[in-house]
């Protein structure tokens, strides 16, 4: 039996689906929304290849290596992003969130907020992780900011950690959030969704 099984994560700007097949035609759009698999920093699948992208993280959450979401607008019903919890660590408690990208029109809104919200509460109060960790290119200034405002802490840096697409390699930061960290933490992400303007679409 594997550690994690699929769950449907529901909050008020967003809920994350477990993904399959029906979210490809989406993802295939969301991804375009900023042509974010152009960005050279990332990893993010081209819409023509965005259906074999999606197959592959299934295979890969069937075999109990990842656990991988679809983030779905909840008025529109459509997908507009996905994540995944990565690096599944069941004797240990812990785990990674990442491999997570969103169009560009519901970027620095509250919808990442949430996400983040609602994966870190699954992960520590359901799970009982003792950690969990984020990753992303040193050079990824947005990402890296994005997480430090989560209240994550870097760990350190995996120099010449990876093979990008173009060739070059990938310096990667890791951050984490231990369990002792979680109440204060929460209590922040809370209020940032609090604050949020009521009218402000995701």
Not at 93 to 112: C, D, F, H
Not at 116 to 142: G, P, S, W
Request: with cysteine.
């Amino acid at each position: 039996m594997f550690w994690l099984t699929p769950i449907t994560l529901r909050g008020t700007h967003v809920v994350l689906e477990p993904l399959s097949p029906d979210h490809s035609s989406d993802l295939q759009i969301a991804v375009a929304d900023g042509r974010l698999h152009e960005l050279w920093y990332t990893s993010v699948a081209s819409p023509e290849n965005m259906a074999a992208d999606v197959q592959r993280r299934i295979d890969q959450g069937a075999a109990g290596l990842i656990m991988p979401f679809a983030a779905v607008d909840p008025e529109t019903g459509k997908a507009v992003g996905m994540t995944s919890y990565l690096n599944l660590d069941a004797k240990n408690k812990r785990l990674e969130i990442g491999a997570t990208w969103y169009r560009k029109s519901v970027q620095r809104s509250p919808l990442n907020t949430e996400v983040k919200l609602l994966l870190l509460t699954h992960a520590f109060e359901e799970l009982n992780c003792i950690a969990v960790e984020f990753r992303t290119h040193f050079l990824n200034q947005q990402s890296r900011r994005a997480i430090e405002r989560l209240g994550a802490k870097l760990d350190g840096v995996l120099r010449c950690h990876q093979v990008m697409a173009n060739g070059t390699l990938r310096d990667t930061a890791v951050y984490s959030i231990i369990a002792c960290e979680w109440p204060a933490i929460k209590a922040g992400l809370d209020h940032k969704l609090e604050k949020s303007p009521p009218k402000q679409r995701t």
